[in-house]
Nanobody, 120 residues
Framework: QVQLVESGGGLVQDGGSLRLSCAASGRIFSINDMGWYRQAPGKQRELVARISRGHSTNYADSVKGRFTISRDNAKNTVYLRMNSLKPEDTAVYYC??????????????WGQGTQVTVSS
């Protein structure tokens, strides 16, 4: 069993900041890419940012310069620092991990999601 547990969502005003965390635990052999996605009401889930095990990153154009993704490989944890938040960033944010388990099976795992609401 593998679990991804997110934390750090909440309500913030326009221009504010939040930091999301996602910790992976369980029968993990290694974690490849980790990432954050979001889904706003009535919209499809979209990529926010991804980071490789070697810390290479890519971001959605809409968050470049405002959001920063990072990870701690020793803690199997990925973070998303979100600055200059806008109402259009309001969504449920999901953590994703591409990992290999103890049976050497490679699978995508998702967290349960954490709500981020930005008020204008």
């Amino acid at each position: 069993q593998v679990q991804l547990v997110e934390s750090g969502g909440g309500l913030v005003q326009d221009g504010g900041s939040l930091r999301l965390s996602c910790a992976a635990s369980g029968r993990i052999f290694s974690i490849n890419d980790m990432g954050w996605y979001r889904q706003a009401p009535g919209k499809q889930r979209e990529l926010v940012a991804r980071i490789s095990r070697g810390h290479s990153t890519n971001y959605a154009d809409s968050v470049k310069g405002r959001f920063t993704i990072s990870r701690d490989n020793a803690k199997n944890t990925v973070y998303l620092r979100m600055n200059s938040l806008k109402p259009e960033d309001t969504a449920v944010y999901y953590c994703n991990a591409d990992l290999t388990d103890w049976d050497y099976k490679r699978t995508d795992y998702w967290g349960q999601g954490t709500q981020v609401t930005v008020s204008s």
